[in-house]
């Protein structure tokens, strides 16, 4: 059974930084397109960016526009875990994230596995 986990979320104050973590088990995900949502209250969930397995465009990576230059996305295919390092966090980040795994590039809808999200909230 697939299993996406997150963690690391929690209360931080604006201009800080978190790390979140995805470790994903019951497949082999190497292959797969791991990306990270988050969805705010009584807001939909919007993505937040993505790796892709294969840099298809010579990117392997891509970020909405309002994370990027302060969200960095990695993974770590031998651990099957993927992370999000978010810095310089704004109140308006205030979200749950999820991790999500897909087959397909980056821009599919829906993905195919989803966590169940970790709370991050920032303060001002």
């Known amino acids: 059974q697939v299993q996406l986990v997150e963690s690391g979320g929690g209360l931080v104050q604006a201009g800080g930084s978190l790390r979140l973590d995805c470790a994903a088990s019951?497949?082999?995900?190497?292959?797969?397109?791991m990306g990270w949502f988050r969805q705010a209250p009584g807001k939909e969930r919007e993505f937040v960016g993505a790796?892709?397995?294969?840099?298809?465009?010579?990117?392997?990576?891509r970020y909405a526009d309002s994370v990027k230059g302060r969200f960095t996305i990695s993974r770590d295919k031998a651990k099957n875990t993927v992370y999000l390092q978010m810095n310089n966090l704004k109140p308006e980040d205030t979200a749950l994230y999820y991790c999500a795994a897909t087959s397909r590039r980056w821009y599919s809808n829906p993905y195919d596995y989803w966590g169940q999200g970790t709370q991050v909230t920032v303060s001002s």
């Open positions: 019951g497949g082999t995900f190497s292959g797969y397109t």
């Open positions: 790796v892709e397995s294969i840099p298809w465009d010579s990117i392997s990576t």
